[in-house]
């Protein structure tokens, strides 16, 4: 929120028209297009009312009085008729496409605002906030700081409009005008009551929106959970509770805005009459003619169509200044640091890495990793052993760049990994996760991720991740589309594609966590047998079963927190731990 | 129906707004209830705004004599009854507006939720097909859409036209000759209308589409961020984001056109008017009878229409919007359950439940013949573990088990009754699925297990309290579940209190497999099916699971697809699928020597988990 957190006396209208100020000065050309069609358009309808006048005056009387009929004076009333009202259309047509076209720059350009910024926050922020918010701020908050920059133009024009019925009232009478100064402040004064009372309610809508959208994300990603746990009746009342909060929320404002709109409907109505009587007094006074009266009624009559549009915009004002809290909160957001370092990371081959003193923990619970340190030599294939939950994914999190430790070092290649840069850094390594993910895509591109590889190369990494079994099998072959999540295929299916993935880019340090753990043992079998063959990298795995660990070199056995033996399959047997762990299998199958 | 043009909801149903609109409101009644009411509520409104100008010509007419002279007592009354009509139109404006936004708002907070339902009442195929930015778009933005029409855009539907009758009426008490070819002049406007209508409904719908894609990226961005920062792919993944963004910016600015265009499609024709009555009140005055009054009344009349037309238009428009919204609601509503429950169902009996699979097909929508004549019998608290390659069809077997779809042909039967005929509450209790993906919802470990239980087997003797969501948390119960598995370690670990995170990510993918037993166990169902759930957890858990899930098959029947062979070893029946057939049966001991899919299987397995020694 930084731009309001030295603003806070400012009015809410005050700041919003300050946004709104920032929001169209971007978009220069098509908001001065719509203003200008705006300021067409009042012109225009001041002079539809003149030239109705004139061709009454010039036209209409003095045919019934003279009993001729003037064909060019028809001609040219009619010639001025067709004309102002073809220029008024025209204006409309200008400003209505034109103000929808600043609105809607104005959501792009915020679209991908949100966009940059979803793609460079750190991973950790996004553990903290639900995906369906997320999304909410996508679209509705978006839509809601636009809304505005719809009636502005015209609001803009209307002032214009107020302004010179404003001057032609001092010209008529100055006690009019003066009748007329005490509406505008009313209107004015009006619109500030309603900000005060709109700004509360209007965030609880916007957050209502946002929280109906984070239980559906939730729900529907969890949709064969709730099949499975009859759990639908609870989502639908859970949903509900989200969906009626929003609505009584939605009740809130629209009771507070129907007494807006009907008092902002009203003053102007009250104005005329008010003009009216005290007219009435200076007629009788002898200080205007009634031809003043009528024109000073005329007047105000025009003015309020373009008062309602005022403040139509006036109320879209709350809702826009909420809106831009709640993005600023996310643009605001630092980004994961990107120290650009000039210093040259070791340039091919298979990587070393050197891990000292490491220390990491989740926000508000205790530390998972203490104090790990451990040396992996170019080349090298080494196991990560751990039970369940101490540590070994986050570590290995760690490893790939995704996450900075809390304290201690990790180099690779000889360099601080947070010295790497970024693009470097992901062209070498590579971590492929427990949980693969896949993108509601292709199997090709969810392998090639859409870079530059050859075909050849995208066959060669599958073939060592033996998908070309299962890929045979579905009518596409690599042009299969898969579900999100690559929900269409099973568990073991994804598990090889994101290994694919990995293994197509050929990286300099690969990071397997537990990534063929859903695999069938068979094929897990020539996968292992294919990276045995092919690996020439600096190989961290993380293991559970024997045959995995068994094609390590050496093996690192994470517990408590750090790393508390090293050495061979053979050496850690040793290790009371280290072997009830791994040969808890051959324990149950005896 | 055809399953790969509805992908995804996303046709717009071959109607026309008027149909779309029609079958909106059936499924949105709350819109119209009070209208009626809220109409003539509206009409005071418009009596007021009215009311204005006759008053100040009445007090300028007859208030007023020559250059000076003032009547106030005609002034005074007339202000009297001025402000008396806007007062009351004040008063109408608020209740009829409080009204419409009672209405439009209940109308569609339900309106998500009867959608919201229908979502979860559909297949897993239908829910795999489609994305769930899409989904979420359709409970969110697309019923936002509604706000509008339903809020202001059937009010003023309901008022403009009476408003239009009214000046009509107005105009032939003043010359019908003229009234009539006023009326011509405008005819056309509303075939005009007609042709920009199904334009602007389908410039709607595809931005409705847009909208729904771009949500759709956005949300697998986000989901899988981690995947995108392993491997860089931050522009390229951008780069596809912002196509989407480009596009519903394209189909906004197209739709766009549309909107301004129709607005001054009476514009227009108020100037055509104009013009007519000009020249035909001039030439054909003494043919009609008319004097100047006439035509200047007229010609005002004709600048008055300028207002409902368009209002009219605007309402059009919103017409429009909601039309394609509630083509994409109705999308969804209109989906054809494949599940549907049984209106008088059987109930299941407690206890271990007996299982005979008669000649199952299963093919999936895509064609995918993915079972062929599975037939066996499966005696009531048998320990049957489901074995077979990637592909081979076990977890199809398991679905259907749990009837998240039905047999194309062929039959289930529990206790022997067809599963098709028992009812629903009697199912969800007395059959139940551990699915693969470990999902846990966003709320705390005991919540995440209660959900097993659903309330039903507190048993009253344990420390309640209270959760988020107003469930009662039985943590006592939560912490024997996790007891009889062996894992009070685990829980030990790890607070009963500690949320769990989106998907349950703080949790590894093992320990939210653990969490998903623990819920299972809590659940104490007849038959429970096991889909590869401890596929990620580490052996030192798997054994604990293997021995906990040993002592709890005796109490019921459990079906595991189980890619770790030590499931299949601790069986009593191993079924071995094979390309969608059942190709053996049997013991584990009885199959491991036989030569078949099992043998080769097991010999895998071993050599992978043995291969150290």
Redesign the interface.
Known sequence: MTAEVNTDERSLTGQGLRLIRQLVTAHPLTFSISLTGALVYALASVL?TEV?GA??DN???P???GGE?SGDA?RS??LM??GV??L??AS??AR??FA??TS??V??SF??R???K???VP?AW??QR???Q???H???DV?KLAEPLHPLPLSIGAVGMAVFSAVSLFLVDVVLAAVAFVIFPMLFGLNRTYSKIIEEPSAAVQAG?GS??AV?????????????????E???R????A??G???H??RV??I???F???L??IP??G??LM??VG??R??A?AI??GD??QV?VLF?ILGFPMRVFGYFLEGIPPAVVSHRRLDDVLSSPVQSKLSSSTAVQSAGPLTVRVAGVGFG?ADQPPVLADVSFDLSAGEVVALVG???SG??TLA?LL?G?VPPDSGTVEIGGQLLSGWP??Q???A???V???S?L??ASVGSNID???SVSHEEVADAAAVAQIGD?LS?L?MGYDTVV???G??L????RQRV?LA?ALV?KPRFLILD?AT?????????RI?DGLRAELSTTTLIVA????T??LADRVLYLADGHIAAAGT?EQLLEVAGYR??????????L | MSATEEQEFDDLPDLRTVDLLRRGLAVSPEIKQGLRATVLLGLAVVASRLTVPVVVERAIDNGTTGATGVDFGYIFTIAAVAVGTVMFGWLGGIWAERRLVERSATAIANLRIRTFDRIHALSMSDLNESRRGVLVSRVTSDAEQLTRFAQWGLFVFSIEPMVLTGIVIAMALYSWQLTLLVVAVYLPVWPMFRWLQRRQLLAYDRLRSRVGDMLSSFSETLSGAAVIRVYGAEERFGAQVGVDIDERYRARIDSNKFIAGTFVVGDLFSAVAFVAVLVAGLTQREAWNLDAGDVVAIMFLVSLLQQPISELSEVLDQAQIAAASWGKILGVLDRPVDVSEPTNGRSLSAGPIDVEVENLDFTYRGGEQALKGVSVAIPAGTNVAVVGQTGSGKTTFAKLLCRLADPSSGAIKVNGLDLRDVSGPSRISSIRMVPQDGFLFDVSIAENVMMGADGESSNGESSNDESSDGESIDVDAVRSAFKVLGLSWWLERHQPTEIVGQRGENLSVGERQLVALARAQLADPGLLILDEATSAVDPEIDEALTAALKRLAEGRTMISVAHRLSTAEAADLVLVFDQGQLVEVGPHHELVDRGGVYSELHRAWIGNTRAAR
């Open positions: 539809t109705l061709v009454t036209v209409i009387l045919t019934f009085d009929l028809l009333g009619a008729l067709v009202i073809l008024r259309a409309v047509v209505r496409y929808g076209m809607e720059r959501q792009a679209h991908r949100l966009l940059d979803y793609l460079s991973l996004y553990q639900q995906t369906g997320l999304l909410a996508v679209d509705n839509e929106v109906t959208s559906a994300h939730e729900s529907f990603d969890g949709a064969l959970i709730v099949k499975t746990l009859g759990r639908a609870h989502e639908s859970r949903f509900a509770v969906a009626n929003l609505r009584s939605q009740i629209g009771n805005r129907a007494i709109e009907a008092t409907d009203s109505s009250l005329v009459v009216i009587v009435a007094y007629l009788d002898g003619t009634r009266l009528v009624a009559t989740y039970s369940t939950g070994k994914s999190m790939a995704l970024a693009a850094r992901t062209e390594i590579a971590l996760f427990q949980e993910f993108f509601g991720m859409d870079s299962f099998g009518p579900g999100e999540r929900v269409t099973s568990g073991g299916q994101a993935r880019r537990d753990s859903a695999v069938d043992p068979k094929v897990e079998q292992l559970q079963r024997l045959a660990i068994m399959h009830d762990l791994v040969t808890a299998y051959e324990a149950a199958a």
